[in-house]
């Protein structure tokens, strides 16, 4: 008599940054194809998230992480280990006050802010949380056209476009101290999206754009190495 199949586990994303926006989107998508999902969000008021997570009790969960606070990361971590997770994708993207502002004009302490935000502290989260993602899973985090040097042709958004970059530069570094690891590593550049940072004139809304960019993460599964793509895929010139 043959052995029942045994169940496939769950896939499970930890998305780092999930409160609303393209995180939030990101998070409801993966839930809509079957994942269960681990989302952060920062302080204690109720999000998006809270009420996504209120309809689905079994697959979403929710932690707490500033992710401008290594020992919140370290916290994390601890609470988290021995979780097995396919997938570790972190959202976080801020701007300067006044995105017109050249580098010599910006505030010290906004851009401080702005960098440490987007560039340093992801970077501390998938050192710090690498360790639950096995070797067939993926990490990703959120980059921005605007990181891409190459395409730099305008101007503009020079803080914000500045911390993409920068985080661009890490992300390489940490792909190659990391020679040989089969894991997937993509820096995702999502486009102009309507979003709290994106505005209301963004071309794209969340709905048109999140879809595209849970496919093509998805469809990155199982390549090693690191690219630097577009939502559809596409090769972002560094």
Same mark, same amino acid.
């Given at each position: ?5 045994? @169940? ?16 939030? =989107?990101? @998070?409801?998508?993966?839930? %809509? ?11 204690? =008021?109720? %999000? ?23 020992? $919140? ?7 988290? @280990?021995?979780?097995?997770? $396919? ?5 976080? !993207? ?36 690498? /360790? ?7 990490? +990703?985090?959120? /980059? /921005? !056209? ?9 101007? +503009? ?15 390489? /570094? ?20 309507? %979003? ?5 004139? =963004? ?5 048109? =754009? ?21 939502? $559809? ?6």
């Amino acid at each position: 008599m043959s052995q029942p199949a045994l @169940a496939t586990p769950p896939r499970t994303l930890l998305i780092i940054g999930a409160s609303r926006g393209i995180g939030y =989107a990101l @998070a409801a998508e993966f839930l %809509t194809r079957g994942w269960h999902v681990v989302g952060t969000v920062r302080g204690t =008021a109720n %999000t998006p998230l809270h009420d996504l997570a209120a309809k689905h009790k079994d697959r979403v969960q929710i932690e707490s992480l500033d992710i401008t606070q290594p020992d $919140e990361i370290e916290a994390l971590s601890g609470r988290l @280990a021995g979780r097995r997770f $396919e997938m570790l994708f972190v959202n976080a !993207g801020i701007a300067n006050q006044n995105q017109d502002d050249t580098i010599a004009e910006v505030a010290t302490d906004d851009f401080v802010r702005v960098m440490i935000t987007n560039a340093l502290s992801p970077m501390r989260v998938i050192e710090g949380l690498q /360790s639950l993602v096995p070797a067939s899973g993926l990490i +990703g985090i959120m /980059s /921005s !056209g605007q990181g891409s040097v190459s395409n730099n042709e305008k101007g +503009g958004h020079e803080v914000y476009r500045g911390s993409k970059a920068a985080l661009n530069m890490y992300m390489r /570094s940490y792909a190659a101290r990391h020679a040989g690891d089969p894991r997937s590593l993509v820096l995702m550049a999502p486009g102009w999206i309507q %979003t709290a940072l994106g505005g209301p004139g =963004a071309p794209f809304s969340l709905e048109e =754009a999140v879809p595209h960019i849970v496919s093509t993460l998805l469809a990155q599964q199982g390549k090693p190495g690191l690219r630097y793509i577009d939502r $559809e895929g596409k090769t972002v010139p560094w």
